[in-house]
């Protein structure tokens, strides 16, 4: 294969992974097929086997190929999903139980919050649009844009008082005569909460790579409730072949995901963790993000992603209630976003993380 590096668009490594994991997925690096040597790749394009490396352990981290002892890097995104989930032993004794509480700055926060008082005055006694600030909303979409890799319009963001809150909405969105699956084991939270709203929940075994492959295919759920990066309490995290199986369940079976993910900002990789709803062509994810992690408990701020085609819906349905977030908290948090304070906090937090604290 012929891979192209573009000075002006980045560090060759990105652009490299970018290209492999586009070829595996498109079916041109089929599923067990051996890719090139790192040597001969770094020769064919013109850069350091350490680059061609650092593409490699990528690829691998995410689940798109296996190294093999002594025979090299091999294809193990299986686009099909033929094989079962591997059952391993409880996923709870492979748990890594580190606190990951963020400890954002307190200066810039009370910094940001005396900008916004000079700045508005009066208008933060004023309420917001009823789906978030047309600031926060931007500041998230221009972040995830440049940080996430998400491209999503503005009208597609709702912000709400934490997450469970907004699952709350979800439920009142879709209606309450669908059933909703979850990983098991998982936030005990999640189940009460779509519980306290009319709806019944059941739960789908939890292996070391998701889901189990066997129960989601006979599960008779239509919304899937899923924490694709380290689901709390197993900490287990879908890799790219089970991502993709989830996203043809949910063609399939004319379902709709609930992507839940509340920490992969804090990833150890050196590029954001991939989201289901970005890798899905469809309209079938929502998508659920909070502040809890990566500033405070207390700010209770979460927002949800919503597929274009399901805007409509939205605001047909529940579009008329009023933003459960202060406007002042809204334009204090799109502050901190947009002044570059909050990506500095998660880029200091992961360089602390993959130092080992």
């Known amino acids: ?15 490299i992974y970018e290209q492999i994991k586009s070829d595996v997925i498109e079916g041109i690096y089929k599923y067990n097929t051996k890719l090139p040597s790192k040597r001969l790749l770094a020769e064919e394009i013109g850069v350091s086997v350490i680059t061609v490396e650092h593409a490699y352990s990528l690829l691998f ?3 798109y190929i296996d190294a093999r002892e002594r025979s090299g890097y091999f294809v193990c995104y299986n686009p099909d999903n033929t094989f079962p989930s591997n059952p391993h032993t409880s996923v709870l004794s492979h748990a890594h139980t580190t606190d990951h509480s963020s400890d954002f700055p307190f200066s810039p926060y009370a910094k940001t919050v005396r900008k916004v008082l000079s700045t508005y005055g009066k208008e ?23 940080s996430r890799g998400i491209n999503v319009k503005s009208e597609q963001i709702v912000i709400g008082a934490g997450s469970e809150y907004l ?27 779509y519980r306290a709203n009319g709806v019944k929940t059941l739960f789908l075994p939890l ?97 949800m992603l919503l597929p ?7 605001q047909k349905t529940i579009g008329f209630y009023t933003c459960s977030v202060p406007y002042f908290n809204q334009l204090v948090l799109a502050e901190l976003i947009a002044n570059g304070d909050f990506e500095r906090h998660i880029n200091r937090v992961r360089r602390k993380r993959r130092r080992g604290f």
């Open 1 to 15: 294969m012929k891979y192209v590096i573009d000075k002006q668009k980045g560090k060759a490594y990105l652009q």
């Open 61 to 63: 981290e995410e689940g």
């Open 124 to 146: 933060i006694f004023v309420s917001s649009d009823s789906s978030g600030s047309i600031e926060l909303k931007a500041a998230i979409r221009d972040y995830l844009k440049r």
């Open 167 to 193: 699952y709350g909405l979800i439920v009142q969105m879709l209606g309450k005569n669908r059933i909703y699956a979850l990983e098991d084991p998982s936030y005990p939270k999640i189940a009460k909460v």
């Open 207 to 303: 292996f070391t790579d998701g889901i189990s492959s066997e129960h989601l295919k006979k599960t008779p759920a239509t919304v899937l409730h899923i924490t694709p990066y380290r689901s709390y309490p197993s900490y287990v995290s879908a890799n790219a072949s089970k991502k993709n199986e989830y996203i043809q369940w949910a063609k399939t079976h004319n379902g709709i995901i609930v992507e839940d993910d509340f920490e992969s900002e804090f990833t150890l990789l050196k590029k954001a963790e991939e989201t289901v709803f970005s890798l899905s062509s469809g309209n079938n994810v929502i998508y659920v993000n909070t502040f809890t992690k990566t500033i405070s408990p207390a700010l209770r701020i979460a927002y």
């Open 308 to 314: 274009e085609d399901m805007v409509d819906l939205y």
